[in-house]
Every structure is written in structure tokens, then in C-alpha cells.
């Protein structure tokens, strides 16, 4: 089962510019976690975070997590040519049956125009 | 250096073929995974292992065998019972459930 769904499906912007992306998820999760995957490799974790936590920064990198609407954004900030890949956003359900596994997204692939 | 690895990159299968997909990992993890990722979705999970000789089903288990009898190995086998094996193979672990996972590169498993 999907509990992550990504949304745009595709994004396409000039270097420099802001992407976000939105995830939205069904039950209780405990916590969120977005993901990036450049062509045909494996996934590299951006950011993990907690259902007590509102936003989470790394580098360029802009979390916010809204439990009461069931939704996360990934915000990347004056994008660049190598952030072009896609994005997935993964929840850990917070109790009951799947409580342990990372549930992904079908992503959102990120183009970015040099 | 610490990571995860998986071999082969590719790996052909022949009809009614088993075929087994090496996961190794030495950040001295306790929780592994295997998922499944077909072109344009997201990643499905087929077995994961908490801890050494035990292992659980994920959402997709059926036609995949498992065994954990190391910490640092985690093989999957894909059956010939698996009748649409066509897919990109992710191997995954983890310090303990829930928690961040780190990535192998990936096997791309093709059917001749």
C-alpha cells in the first residue's frame, strides 16, 4: 500500500528558482521522511521528520510537516542543474499493522533547466 | 569505507530460473530491507529483517525468498514462482525500524 502521494508528478523550473513539492499521506504517522533518487540509482535520504515537528532546514533544504492536514512540502531553494532527480516522500505509519515500514510515494521528478 | 552494496548491476534470469540478489552492508545496521521499484512508481517493500535470523514479509513477498544469517548480509532470492521479476532491486538498512535507511545502488533484474 501507497501512503505518500507526491504531488506535482513532474516539475520542470530554470536554474536558480524555488521547487516545492507536496506530499499527502492517510493515517497517524510517526514520522516523514523525503528521499531523492538520481536516474537509475539508489535513494539518498534529504530529511527525516518527526510528527511533533512543524519544519526541519538542511542546507538548502526546507521541511514543513502539518499533521492536521496529513501533508508535508519539500522546499529546495535556488535549485541547481544536479538537483534534477526524483523526490519521494515516505511515512512510518505510528501504530497497528505496518507500523514498521517505510510506506513511499510514486515521487515527483524534478527537472531543472541550467 | 562504511555503505551498502548490492551485486550483480545486472542479472539476467531464464524462465523457471531461481535467481539470488547479494545486500551487503558494514555500518553495523541491525535492520535490513529489500524493495521493488518498477519504471515511474514508487518503492514496494518485499521482506524486511529486524535483527539476525529473523525476518518479516512486506507487502509483496510472494515469489521472494529471504534469509539473514549474518548481520551484514541480507540475500534475496526471486523465484520461479515470481512470474513478473522484471524490476530495479533496492536493498535498504537501518540502525532499527523507523528510522533513516540508507541505499544500495540498485540490481536490475531482467528476464531473457
Known amino acids: 500500500s501507497q501512503q505518500g502521494e507526491e504531488d506535482p508528478q513532474a516539475l520542470s523550473i530554470q536554474e536558480g528558482e524555488n521547487a516545492t513539492m507536496n506530499c499527502s499521506y492517510k493515517t497517524s504517522i510517526n514520522n516523514l521522511q523525503w528521499y531523492r533518487q538520481n536516474s537509475g540509482r539508489g535513494l539518498v535520504h534529504l530529511i527525516l521528520?518527526?510528527?511533533?515537528?512543524r519544519e526541519k532546514h538542511s542546507g538548502r533544504l526546507r521541511v514543513t510537516l502539518d499533521t492536521s492536514k496529513k501533508s508535508s512540502s519539500l522546499l529546495i531553494t535556488a535549485s541547481r542543474a544536479a538537483d534534477t532527480a526524483s523526490y519521494f516522500c515516505a511515512t512510518v505509519n505510528n501504530s497497528g499493522a505496518g507500523s514498521y515500514q517505510l510506506t513511499f510515494g510514486k515521487g515527483t521528478k524534478l527537472s531543472v533547466i541550467p | 569505507d562504511g555503505g551498502i552494496t548490492q551485486s550483480p548491476k545486472y542479472l539476467f534470469r531464464k524462465e523457471g530460473q531461481n535467481v539470488t540478489l547479494s545486500c551487503e552492508q558494514n555500518?553495523?545496521?541491525?535492520?535490513m530491507y529489500w524493495y521493488r521499484q518498477d519504471p515511474g512508481q514508487g518503492l514496494r517493500l518485499i521482506y524486511y529483517s529486524q535483527i539476525v535470523n529473523d525476518f518479516q514479509k512486506g507487502d509483496i513477498a510472494e515469489g521472494y525468498s529471504v534469509s539473514r544469517e549474518k548481520k551484514e548480509s541480507f540475500p534475496l532470492t526471486v523465484t520461479s514462482a515470481q512470474k513478473n521479476p522484471t524490476a530495479f532491486y533496492l536493498c535498504?538498512?537501518?540502525?532499527?525500524?523507523?528510522?533513516?535507511?540508507?541505499f544500495g545502488p540498485g540490481t536490475r533484474l531482467l528476464v531473457l
Open positions: 535498504a538498512s537501518s540502525t532499527y525500524i523507523k528510522e533513516t535507511q540508507y
Open positions: 555500518l553495523n545496521h541491525d535492520a
Open positions: 521528520i518527526r510528527s511533533n515537528e
